[in-house]
């Protein structure tokens, strides 16, 4: 029998309590949360009391997973896709695409789960929906977020927030990561939006290359040398090139699709996880649902303005390795610089024009090359020798070998991105509630960047170290070229001011 986590009960508990009150209810958590293992423990409870449940996902292999989770909580289920006769059991796992041709056949079930329920407001699912106007519904993802930019409020009544992945990586449920990206977008002006993302057909063109702001090969065998990895292509095609270049290299390589022969599928994403490959190069296939074994890196080709596309693609590889190893993404497009670092803290609601992710800019290191985010305040013209950002730790006097061995800064040479300083304990310097970041500054250098992190007025800094006892504040003296004058501090900011001081 499969054991929840406490994150898991607690989602679990947080879900009943929504249904005391609403019918369609949406639950989120990030990649590798366990959200299969989530729902198919409300689906035992429910089935325990009598309930007919059926859980649907679009992808065969998806069904897979979702059979063997039930298994694995002793769930008898039958199974509604080709190849399956329906049985008698009250679970079923089926596809939506079989169930919308049957649904004059099957009866409504009590209870309906949707996995990957971000495409819950699509023709194919509403429609079954629809039909089913009198079960509950419970939907599961981990971006609650459609492309083409709709909400969901039109497919759930609320939503349920389970835990976030900077807490699960801190809590040791995901893997830690190292980022690595170029230190400016491609550019794609060039590329039409359609549908809410880039078109897909001039997207190819502009990226299907062996370089493209960086050499894909050189960067997997510096800094994954020979653990497995997936890159994620535009198309078909570019993923059979991108696979050719590697093997090309003497790298184990094959690349996957949904039009591939099921069976020939299966043993080809298998063999990610044995050994027979160590890269696997993907066309939405991996991006979304399907599970994969577990990866060491992610190598993103495919540049998205799909937050949700994004970071299904980067979770993929934030799973907890067997040698116990972080997490490598090496971004070659620049997707990071459109939709910030995978675990920067996110606002999502049912409705889509209250949905605002955050995405930081970033500033690199002329020394170091190490990348940061622009809400520290500190200039892409200075240096780590005469004005290092906030935790710039890579190279020092005193580690001459570790500087001499960073890489030329040539254009395509993929730069690592820090979200957070050295000090801060992984709090965002720019996010989240004051108190506790500020608790762990204890320089008058640190509580300065959390100020300009916050965008606060100037005279902040002294007026934080002066109610610190730390001396005599010193007088403000702005950097070349001086700062335009600052606004008067928000009224938010100043309640965390007077919250922090005060309490």
């Keep these: 029998m499969i054991a929840l986590r406490p994150y898991q009960t607690e989602l679990v508990t947080k879900i009943r309590a929504k249904f005391a009150t609403h019918r369609r209810v949406l639950a989120v958590a990030p990649t590798g949360a366990g959200k299969t293992v989530t729902f198919a423990y409300i689906t035992q409870s429910a089935a325990a009391k009598g309930n007919r449940v059926f859980v ?33 059991d009250p679970v079923q796992v089926g596809m939506i ?5 049957r649904l004059d056949r099957i009866a409504p079930p009590d209870l309906l789960v949707v996995d990957e329920a971000h495409h819950g407001v699509a023709g194919t699912w509403q429609t079954v929906c629809e039909a089913w106007s009198s079960a509950r519904i419970l939907g599961v993802t981990a971006t609650p977020q459609r492309l083409d930019g709709k909400g969901l409020g039109g497919a759930f009544d609320a939503m349920v927030i389970g835990p976030n992945m900077h807490d699960l990586i801190n809590a040791g449920f995901l893997a830690r990561y190292r980022y690595l990206a170029p230190p400016e977008r491609i550019d794609l002006s060039g590329v039409k939006t359609r549908m809410g993302d880039y078109s897909i ?15 894909a090969i050189q960067h997997y065998q510096q800094h994954l040398t020979g653990r497995p ?20 290299a003497g790298i184990r390589a094959a690349s996957v699709d949904g039009a591939m022969e099921r069976t020939r599928r299966r043993a080809v994403i298998a063999g990610i996880g044995d050994g027979t490959y160590q890269v696997l190069t993907s066309c939405e296939l991996i991006s979304e649902g399907v599970d994969i074994p577990v990866v060491a890196g992610a190598i ?9 596309m994004y970071l299904q693609q980067v979770g993929r590889a934030l799973r907890l390795k067997p040698d116990g190893g972080d997490a490598v993404i090496l971004d070659h497009v620049g997707n990071v610089h459109r939709h910030g670092m995978p675990d920067a803290p996110r606002e999502w609601s049912l409705d889509a024009k209250k949905r605002k992710p955050s995405a930081a800019g970033t500033t690199t290191c002329e020394e170091c090359y190490r990348v ?11 240096t780590c020798q005469n004005g290092a950002p906030p935790g710039c730790v890579l190279h020092t006097p005193e580690k001459p070998a570790e500087r001499a061995a960073m890489p030329e800064q040539v254009e395509g040479t993929l730069t690592e991105i820090s979200n957070v300083t050295e000090w801060s304990n992984g709090l965002d310097l720019a996010l989240g509630p004051l108190g506790p970041v500020l608790k762990l500054a204890k320089t008058r250098e640190q509580v300065e960047a959390i100020r300009k992190a916050r965008k606060y007025h100037p005279r902040w800094t002294h007026h934080i170290m002066a109610q610190r006892g730390l001396g005599a504040p010193v007088p403000f003296a702005p950097t070349s070229p001086p700062p335009p004058p600052s606004p008067a501090p928000r009224p938010a900011a100043r309640r965390e001011i007077e919250e922090v001081l005060f309490s």
Excluded: N, Y
Aim: hydrophobic fraction near 45%.
């Design 97 to 101: 695409q079989t169930i919308a041709r």
């Design 201 to 215: 057909d001039e997207l190819a063109a502009a990226v299907d290359k062996s370089i493209i702001t960086g050499d």
């Design 372 to 382: 940061f985010p622009s809400s520290l305040g500190w200039k892409a013209e200075q």
């Design 229 to 248: 990895a997936v890159a994620f292509c535009v198309t078909v095609q570019h993923a059979e090139h991108v696979a050719e270049q590697f093997r090309a």
């Design 300 to 308: 993103l080709l495919r540049p998205t303005q799909s937050l949700g």
């Design 56 to 88: 649907v996902a679009h992808r065969a292999e998806i069904i897979e997973q979702i059979s063997g989770a039930l298994a694995g909580m002793g769930v008898r289920h039958g199974r509604i896709q080709p190849g399956h006769s329906m049985t008698a």
